[in-house]
């Protein structure tokens, strides 16, 4: 079976462009969840979607978006793109949103290397 | 607030030798524990879990057992490989919420024959 999959592999911005990153999960997973890693430091997380809702968002700027698809993908979007947004970017699935007294596990992409210059 | 901390890398070792990487935490209410692996180049992979007190995780040679007292999860192995050589990240997340992992900054291995 397919994993997470991510596109593209590496990116090359520049300071103020803006970038479209792409993730597909796991087969009859309803909830992505999107992860900031920078050189270095562990995964710092930035949104869950589930069902097309938007249920949770770390402490990043209003520069960054995401939204998705009724077939469960998921689009990380950032704008006016700064030095320190350089990373990889990480996509996570699971079944569903985290419930009471239960464990959905999260399964990882590859991620998306993004450069800005 | 909710935290992990594990111990500073890099742990070097020769192979066959035992590992031990320290991870403790700082939660409210009851978190699930994760160990996760990052091969160079690679994204994360699950290596293992545990989602109650007192709750073993193993899976492939490496163990952690959840221990509630002292607010730890170490991460452990009995003989490692070259193979091995990688980052482990250990994490928690907390039910009842919308499942965010929180990762320690991550423990760097490196194996040598």
């Known amino acids: 079976d397919a994993g997470v999959t991510q596109s593209p592999t590496h990116l090359i911005k520049t300071r103020g462009q803006h970038v479209t990153l792409r993730c597909s999960p796991i087969?009859?997973?309803?909830?992505v969840s999107w992860y900031q890693q920078v050189l270095g430091q562990g995964p710092q997380f930035i949104f869950q979607?589930?069902?097309?809702?938007?249920?949770g968002r770390g402490n990043f700027p209003d520069r960054f978006s995401a939204r998705q698809f009724p077939n469960y993908s998921s689009e990380l979007n950032v704008n006016a793109l700064l030095l320190g947004d350089s990373a990889l970017y990480l996509c996570?699935?699971?079944?569903?949103?985290?419930?009471?007294?239960?464990?959905?596990?999260?399964?990882f992409g590859p991620g998306t290397r993004l450069t800005v210059l | 607030g909710n935290s992990v901390t594990q111990m500073e890398g890099p742990v070097t070792l020769s192979e066959e030798a035992f590992l031990t990487i320290n991870c403790t935490y700082t939660?409210?209410?009851?978190?699930?524990l994760f160990w996760y692996v990052q091969y160079p180049g690679e994204g994360l992979q699950l290596l293992l879990k545990?989602?109650?007190?007192?709750d073993k995780g193993s899976n492939k040679g490496f163990e952690a057992t959840y221990r509630k007292e002292t607010t730890s999860f170490h991460l452990e192995k009995g003989s490692v490989q070259v193979s091995d050589s990688a980052v482990y990240f250990c994490?928690?997340?907390?039910?009842?919420?919308?499942?965010?992992?929180?990762f320690g900054a991550g423990t760097r291995l490196a194996v040598h024959p």
């Open positions: 545990a989602t109650k007190a007192d």
């Open positions: 087969s009859g997973h309803k909830s």
């Open positions: 979607y589930y069902e097309k809702e938007e249920r």
């Open positions: 994490a928690l997340t907390l039910s009842g919420g919308y499942n965010k992992l929180i």
């Open positions: 939660a409210t209410g009851y978190p699930s």
């Open positions: 996570a699935s699971s079944l569903r949103q985290g419930a009471p007294s239960s464990t959905d596990t999260q399964y």
